[in-house]
Structure formats: structure tokens, C-alpha cells
């Protein structure tokens, strides 16, 4: 499978503890981003790589977020002291250079207590 | 500030029929207007996207209509099966970043 790939799938957290997600994009895609979604909307854009450069952040990612994508490959999302309102889908999604075709992966679903 | 506009929130339509989802943009900047699928506990699938120089485009049972001057568009699924029966997203774009709409969840009847 060639796909965008993401680890884990589900994750189940006590608050105040930190997460890593891991995304694997579709191999020579250039771009990777991260996208939250909760129970009944829509994707919303968190943050994007071209290569290993963060080119653009919402608003949405607070200090308690961090992505990195350290050599132009694989990409983490980092929550730090989780919150219950963190709870949602986390997706990934590749495209390559000069294409504006997103390909997603699965997600992981996070869950704070 | 939403940007972008869905409707209906949620469509059942009988095995044959052509639901039709509609949606409604702000920015005259986004210059990519792509559908999405979405399978429950699944991530987003593509399903067929148009640009706005574009006022149709097709492909196999699924049709984007744009209206560039009303800022608007919309997905007709022709011949819809139960198997179509998702969430499904309109989108747009511009410079990469992706605007989702809040999704219409479609159930087509046996």
C-alpha cells in the first residue's frame, strides 16, 4: 500500500499527558499536512510542510502543539498537557509539487479523558 | 467566519435518485474547489474536483456544476446505490491549505 499512512489509529489519554502522531506521507510528495476534525465537521487545516519547512500555522495550533517533518519525509504532531477539547480525528494528507490534489490518510483518533 | 457554505446537512434519497448537494464560497481567491468522500472512521477520499474557469465537469456518475459569478457549485450523484451512502465534503482551495465545508451525510434508501 502506497498510501498516506498514520500511527497510531486510535490513541486513549489521561489529561495533562503529551501525545506523538506519526504520518507517513505518499512517497515524493513534497507537502504534507495536518488537518483536526471533530464529531460532525468538517477538516479543519492545522499546519503544512513543503519538505521539511513549516510554511504556514492556523490559529487553531496553540502552544501546546508542535509538528515537525525533520527531513522532508515522515511528519509528527506533538500535544503537549492534553485537554479534553483535544479529543478528535487527527489526519494527514500528502500532495506533490505544484499539484493541489490531497491525498489523506486514515487518521488516529484521539481520545482525552 | 465560515467560508465555506454546505447544504443540506443531511440528504436520504431512494436507490436511482440524483441527490444534489450544494455549497457557497466567500473568497474569489480560492482557485480549486474539490469533493470529498468520507467513510465512517475513515479519512477523506477525493471524489472529483473543478477549477473555476470550469462550469462542468464529470466523471462517471458524479458532476461538479460551478456558477463563478454567484460563488457557487454543487455535486449531483446520478443513479445514487446504497453504496454511496457517506459524508460528503465540498472544499476549497487556494495555495495548497483547504477550506472544508461542515459535510451533508447521505443516505440512500434499498
Known amino acids: 500500500d502506497t498510501g498516506v499512512s498514520q500511527d497510531p489509529r486510535h490513541k486513549i489519554t489521561k489529561r495533562g499527558q503529551n501525545v506523538t502522531f506519526r504520518c507517513d506521507p505518499i512517497s515524493e510528495h513534497n507537502r504534507l499536512y495536518w488537518y483536526r476534525q471533530t464529531l460532525g465537521q468538517g477538516p479543519e487545516f492545522l499546519t503544512y510542510?513543503?519538505?521539511?519547512?513549516?510554511?504556514?500555522k492556523s490559529r487553531l495550533l496553540s502552544d501546546r502543539f508542535s509538528a515537525e517533518r525533520p527531513k522532508g519525509s515522515f511528519s509528527t504532531l506533538e500535544i503537549q498537557r492534553t485537554e479534553q477539547g483535544d479529543s478528535a480525528m487527527y489526519l494527514c494528507?500528502?500532495?506533490?509539487?505544484?499539484?493541489?490534489?490531497?491525498?489523506f490518510g486514515p487518521g488516529t483518533r484521539l481520545t482525552v479523558l | 467566519q465560515q467560508q465555506v457554505k454546505q447544504s443540506p446537512q443531511s440528504l436520504i434519497v431512494q436507490k436511482g435518485g440524483i441527490p444534489i448537494i450544494n455549497c457557497a464560497y466567500e473568497n474569489t481567491a480560492f482557485d480549486y474547489f474539490p469533493w470529498y468522500q468520507q467513510f465512517p472512521g475513515k479519512g477523506p477520499a477525493l471524489l472529483i474536483a473543478?477549477?473555476?474557469?470550469?462550469s462542468e465537469k464529470k466523471e462517471g456518475r458524479f458532476t461538479i456544476s460551478f456558477n463563478k459569478s454567484a460563488k457557487q457549485f454543487s455535486l449531483h450523484i446520478m443513479d445514487s446505490q446504497p453504496g454511496d451512502s457517506a459524508t460528503y465534503f465540498c472544499?476549497?482551495?487556494?495555495?495548497?491549505?483547504?477550506?472544508f465545508g461542515k459535510g451533508t451525510r447521505l443516505h440512500i434508501l434499498p
Open positions: 510542510f513543503q519538505n521539511e519547512a513549516q510554511l504556514e
Open positions: 472544499a476549497a482551495s487556494k495555495g495548497g491549505k483547504i477550506i
Open positions: 473543478i477549477r473555476p474557469d470550469v
Open positions: 494528507a500528502s500532495s506533490s509539487a505544484g499539484s493541489d490534489t490531497q491525498y
